[in-house]
């Protein structure tokens, strides 16, 4: 990768993008967006300016779908790859379910990240998953955070109400108000937002609480105007020579005359996925209720890729059941063509090419249509366009004057605006060059980049003095300095890092002649306040790392930014209500007070008797509880997430952050630190611990130093060549 260009990292999360023949309309994940990503994706990196971009995305290996998306890189272009990261395990399922999911993304990107050698100069999420990682990485780096949001779930929710949904039934189906809670926070957080339309803006955004916050510019993405050519170009000549666009025609002829008697009449083409707001019915029912129309032309209604209807999601064979329905209710039968598949990559251009030919019309009748990437492919290849007012269209149709917007609730105005088109001539030449001429000049990817790439250069000589505000806690730039590092010191505070000042001073100022190196943190029992409140006390400064609650909270640097990966991970399987109601039962545990007590730690008092300990073990193991318990100081017991504890906590954050465990030293004085000095990191026990340790000695990589406190720790530092290289113990 060249070094003096930008390198920009775009998400759009789930799964189903390939390079070659994406598969449009296979489901409701595969719509326009993913077109326009890899579009994207490729006309930034021919951009001069730019030396890499990455579209990332959720690694699938599954029987169901294609190997293709098992591939973890995939080139586009010299400069434009797909990188895969898998999170959520392998099954491809749908984006609405990704939630859950998405902190595992962003800790697995940090690993991708690290490993390339270069920190992206820009992350940009696409839909609101896509802006969710997208943001949080940004966070992390301190780096620029740019969103399309392609659709919102405010709006959408709104149009699902009035479809007679209840908001039951759309969070069952779509977790739509978790996603209008992200969505509202990335509006707040990004420092650009493109949208394709200012209708998005107006009737999508607005509906926010954050919406006055939002940085927005209208960005309309561009088309291909080289596959998308004209339907009268001389591609088509018999001398041409281009023999796949050929075959593509015969393909297509041979499949629709399949369905028509007077295959010689124009005729109105749909192209969209099987999804309900697309108002495939919408369309069918003004092409069935209108006989003088289906004399005039026949209908062709491509509906995304299908093998058995029966086997699909429940939303894409409702729709397609419902087609099949209007289409034997009004007998449409040698009129209306329905066919099963087709390929995006080489059949879609020469069909509005034959559409066109045929002095056809396109029809896009959806309930809402956000942008409408398809009505601009059919315009630049000269086909006339009948819309939904409702979204993008209004724009598409303000700047190119190629068609009329319809009411698409209204059968008979989505009728009559196609009889309008079909039966006058001169009408219809106007709209088709028009569309042909304005899409070149409104539409195109290089005019698309020149203005992205314009308002992030803004954002870039912005950035820095957003970095200097850390009271507004959006940005740390923690991140840059975790993957320039290679080794991590993780101390214990009472007792290990706390104890003789003069020793701590010396240990400070050998940690910061060695920052380029060695980050640093603290393990504590202590939660996040408390931690703050005797680090100040001992003049401190906030170290790289917190491990606060006995290994259940991570924080990180000068913002005190949440590890929101570690919560997800130490989450699964804990059931904190039932531990306490089986607590209960043991009178000689003493409940500690209410301030010590976390979302993930249920502290007690308890005596230091071991036969009292193994019932606290038994009362919790016959329910099959899973837990992590510690003891320390001989009256401290703490209970944890099975996954939770402090050296569960540092093995994490060195698989997250790319610093081998070899390349870990921690260092200790109590019980409560004994699952963070054993294993393969480099272990250091100052000399005046608690007698808990005992039993670690003799172990292998663990370091009894003969000196206290933090001057164990700078000993521990030399024992282990810390500072000069990496021992192995």
């Not at 730019?50 to 779908?65: E, H, M, P, Y």
């Not at 010689?264 to 003088?292: H, M, S, W």
């Not at 003069?502 to 029992?525: H, M, Q």
């Not at 007698?691 to 933090?710: P, T, V």
């Amino acid at each position: 990768m060249h070094s003096s260009g930008l390198y920009l990292q775009l998400f759009s999360i789930h799964g189903l993008i390939r390079g070659t023949s994406p598969e449009l309309g296979r489901d409701a994940d595969t719509g326009g967006q993913v077109k326009y990503v890899l579009e994207l994706a490729r006309s930034l990196a021919a951009h001069p300016e730019v030396a890499q971009v990455d579209l990332v995305t959720r690694l699938i290996a599954d029987k169901t779908v294609s190997s293709d998306y098992s591939r973890p890189i995939e080139p586009l272009s010299e400069k434009a790859r797909i990188v895969r990261i898998q999170c959520g395990g392998r099954k491809y399922i749908r984006k609405e379910l990704l939630w859950s999911h998405l902190d595992e993304m962003v800790d697995k990107t940090l690993k991708f990240i690290k490993a390339f050698g270069r920190v992206p100069d820009v992350f940009h999420g696409h839909y609101a998953d896509g802006g969710y990682v997208a943001g949080e990485l940004a966070r992390i780096f301190g780096s620029p955070f740019i969103f399309t949001g392609h659709s919102m779930g405010a709006h959408k929710k709104k149009t699902l109400l009035e479809e007679g949904l209840t908001s039951e039934e759309i969070n069952h189906r779509c977790h739509i108000d978790h996603r209008i809670l992200v969505e509202d926070r990335i509006i707040k957080d990004a420092e650009q937002i493109f949208v394709s339309t200012n209708h998005e803006i107006d009737k999508q955004y607005s509906l926010y609480a954050n919406f006055k916050a939002g940085r927005y510019q209208v960005n309309p993405p561009g088309i291909d105007v080289e596959t998308f050519y004209p339907h009268y170009a001389p591609q088509l000549d018999a001398d041409a020579g281009d023999e796949t666009t050929r075959q593509a025609r015969v393909v297509l002829l041979r499949e629709l005359h399949r369905f028509w008697v007077s295959p010689e009449k124009p005729f109105i083409l749909a192209l969209c996925r099987p999804d309900q707001r697309k108002n495939i019915a919408g369309l069918v029912t003004a092409y069935g209720e209108d006989k003088e129309l289906q004399a005039i032309a026949n209908l062709a209604i491509f509906a995304g890729i299908r093998k058995n209807i029966a086997e699909m999601e429940e939303n894409e064979r409702n729709v397609l059941t419902e087609m099949l329905l209007l289409m034997d209710r009004y007998d449409l039968y040698g009129k209306l063509a329905i066919p099963k598949k087709h390929d995006f990559s080489i059949e879609v251009p020469e069909l509005y090419r034959l559409c066109a030919d045929s002095y056809g019309v396109f029809v896009n009748s959806a309930l809402v249509e956000p942008f409408g990437l398809t009505l601009i492919e059919a315009a630049s290849c000269g086909l006339p366009i009948v819309a939904t007012r409702d979204g993008g269209p209004t724009d598409i149709i303000a700047n190119c004057d190629n068609g009329i917007l319809i009411d698409p609730t209204n059968s008979r105005e989505i009728a009559s605006a196609c009889k309008s088109i079909l039966v006058d001539k001169d009408l219809w030449q106007r709209y088709s060059q028009n569309g042909i001429n304005r899409v070149q000049r409104h539409y195109s990817w290089p005019s698309h980049c020149e203005r992205s790439l314009a308002a992030i250069a803004k954002v870039l000589t912005e950035m820095p003095a957003v970095q200097q505000s850390e009271a507004s806690g959006r940005k740390t730039a923690i991140g840059k300095r975790l993957t320039a590092v290679n080794r991590m010191l993780i101390s214990d505070i009472d007792n290990t890092l706390i104890g003789d000042d003069d020793s701590l001073k010396e240990l400070l100022a050998l940690l910061k002649a060695n920052a380029g190196n060695i980050c640093w943190g603290v393990a504590t029992g202590r939660c996040l306040a408390k931690t703050m409140h005797i680090l100040e006390e001992h003049a401190v400064d906030r170290p790289d790392i917190l491990i606060c609650s006995v290994g259940t909270e991570i924080y990180y640097g000068a913002t005190l930014a949440p590890d929101k990966g570690w919560h997800r991970h130490i989450a699964y399987r804990w059931r904190p209500d039932e531990i306490r109601e089986r607590l209960k039962t043991l009178d000689f545990l003493e409940i500690q007070e209410p301030e010590k007590q976390k979302p993930f730690k249920i502290s007690y008092y308890l005596e230091d008797d071991p036969e009292l300990l193994a019932m606290v073990h038994q009362t919790l193991q016959t329910k099959k509880i899973r837990y992590h318990l510690v003891y320390s100081h001989g009256q401290f017991l703490d209970i944890l997430p099975y996954r939770a504890s402090k050296g569960k906590a540092i093995r994490y954050l060195s698989y997250k952050w790319n610093i081998p465990l070899a390349a870990v030293m921690v260092c200790g004085d109590s019980g409560n630190d004994a699952s963070m000095l054993r294993g393969d990191t480099n272990g250091l026990v100052v000399a005046n611990y608690s007698k808990e340790l005992e039993e670690l000695r003799g172990m292998r990589r663990i370091f009894f130093s003969k000196k206290e406190y933090a001057a164990g720790i700078i000993d521990g530092m030399l024992h282990y060549d810390f500072i000069g290289g990496q021992s192995d113990g």
